[in-house]
């Protein structure tokens, strides 16, 4: 076995890997290479000297790809490498994923991370979860995955000074990931967000500018809740579903406690409802109460939990 630093000729390889591998995962579809390196490698915070290739006999039999990211240690103020994807054949995890993750804390030391974290590990993955167990990884926050039957609300009425906005230009895309920030500045496990790294969702196949949209304060001209809603027409495919997610509602604190958390998934009920969707699917952190209440009051109900893992580094 060889470890290697990514280069592109290796991304056919760790795309079949993918493929291959992960089709237990309940949110797993297929990704053809090009889709594999807009979701995985071509962020902005990612670099090649954080990804990690394990070869053997000339073919790519392991990888993981982490990041550090300035913006996350600002908000956290410590220094993170987040593991984004550890992926091996499967019978070959604890012989092959002890590997990466050596490599991975040898990175952690280097740079002087002070923790290694892992996001959004399948509660009913048993392999998966003991691996990281037995690897001194720590379960560190847990998600509910929740999900509903899609239907349509009345005409949403916002208060006078008030309008719907969505990213159709960059000053408003600005100030709409300005309030994404602001909502999400104190909530674990939400990463803050780039102008760059929104415009790169835009190649993906799933995305529907429409499908992010905010309530406008027109006196101060500021964006002060946003929502971002997302269809993967191919992965409703495979699984023979019509689902819809919403992967962010978050309104800036001092507008909190006002109903604009409720118009927001309102309207994004109303928009998965006018594509088409039986289902909507959304996450939420399990200490958060509010959301959680709010999600429940809408008929959201747990069907299954994401797990987030940390691990000190000494």
Known sequence: MIILNYKEEFLDGMTKLYNENKYLDPDFRPLSPYEFYIKFISLPYI??????????ENKVIGYTIADFDKLVERKFKKRILIIDSLVT??????????????????????INAKEIQVHFIDSNDEQENKFYLENGFSLNRKWY??????KRFDELDLPNNYEWIYIKDHEILRKWVKCYNE??????????LRIKELKMYYKEEGFDPTGYFGIYDKEKEIVIGECSCEIDPSFNEYRKIKRGIIWTIGVIKEYRGKGFGEKLLQKAFNWFYDKGMEIIAI???????????????????????????S???F
Request: without cysteine; positive net charge; proline residues 1%.
């Open 311 to 313: 691990k000190s580094v």
């Open 283 to 309: 996450h939420v952190e399990e200490d958060n109460k509010v959301a959680y209440s709010l999600y429940s009051k809408y008929g959201f109900k747990i069907k299954r939990h994401r797990l987030f893992y």
């Open 47 to 56: 670099k090649s000297e954080f990804i990690f290739i394990v070869k053997e």
């Open 183 to 192: 909502a999400f500045k104190e909530h674990y496990g939400m990463r803050p």
């Open 145 to 150: 995955y929740m999900e509903t039957n899609a």
């Open 89 to 110: 054949e499967r019978e070959r995890l604890f012989e092959v994923g002890n590997i990466l993750i050596k490599k991975i804390e040898e990175k952690a030391k280097q």
